[in-house]
């Protein structure tokens, strides 16, 4: 960039820092919605807000009303329950989103969703062989016969 651009983005950070503090704190939220399934430390997300690790937290609850390993916790927890509807196991599940031990995964699931990974998949399974019972029951021609008309 040339001096004018260094100028011009150096004066708007100092007239408007809260606004480049929020596209910080934003770029670092991001990071961790794309990297989600990889291991991820605090370290490595804010230095993607370029800012130091306390002074980080402080604000990324400032702007989402959680800390960022909070929010990391609840977005991988997010895509496990997705994964799980999708018909993956508890383990897959675990490996998927981002945790090495499916001991803490379960732990951490139980603490989110209220119910361990095992009875939420089946919960799941459970609900989708009603649904489509009643598919079947309802569908006219499940009995092989066309719907009735009156004359």
Same mark, same amino acid.
Request: net charge positive.
């Given at each position: 960039?040339?001096?004018?651009?260094? =100028?011009?983005?150096?004066?708007?950070?100092?007239?408007?820092?809260?606004?480049?503090?929020?596209? +910080?704190?934003?770029?670092?939220?991001?990071?961790? !919605?794309?990297?989600?399934?990889?291991?991820? !430390?605090?370290?490595?997300?804010?230095?993607?807000?370029?800012?130091?690790?306390?002074?980080?937290?402080?604000?990324?609850?400032?702007?989402?009303?959680? =800390?960022?390993?909070?929010?990391?916790?609840?977005?991988?927890?997010?895509?496990? +329950?997705?994964?799980?509807?999708?018909?993956? *196991?508890? =383990?897959? *599940?675990?490996?998927?989103?981002?945790?090495?031990?499916?001991?803490?995964?379960?732990?951490?699931?139980?603490?989110? *969703?209220?119910?361990?990974?095992?009875?939420?998949?089946?919960?799941?399974?459970?609900?989708?062989?009603?649904? +489509?019972?009643? *598919?079947?029951?309802?569908?006219? =021609?499940?009995?092989?016969?066309?719907?009735?008309?009156? !004359?």
């Amino acid at each position: 960039m040339d001096f004018y651009a260094n =100028t011009v983005r150096r004066m708007a950070v100092e007239r408007y820092p809260a606004r480049h503090l929020t596209q +910080r704190i934003m770029r670092a939220r991001r990071f961790i !919605d794309r990297h989600y399934h990889q291991p991820i !430390d605090l370290a490595a997300i804010a230095h993607q807000a370029c800012l130091s690790q306390h002074h980080f937290i402080r604000c990324f609850r400032q702007h989402y009303g959680r =800390t960022p390993h909070q929010y990391l916790r609840d977005v991988r927890m997010a895509h496990a +329950r997705q994964l799980m509807k999708e018909g993956w *196991t508890v =383990t897959s *599940t675990c490996m998927a989103v981002g945790y090495k031990s499916p001991n803490s995964f379960s732990l951490l699931f139980r603490q989110v *969703t209220g119910q361990a990974p095992s009875n939420y998949r089946k919960a799941i399974f459970d609900r989708q062989a009603r649904s +489509r019972a009643w *598919t079947i029951i309802l569908s006219p =021609t499940a009995q092989g016969s066309a719907p009735c008309e009156s !004359d």
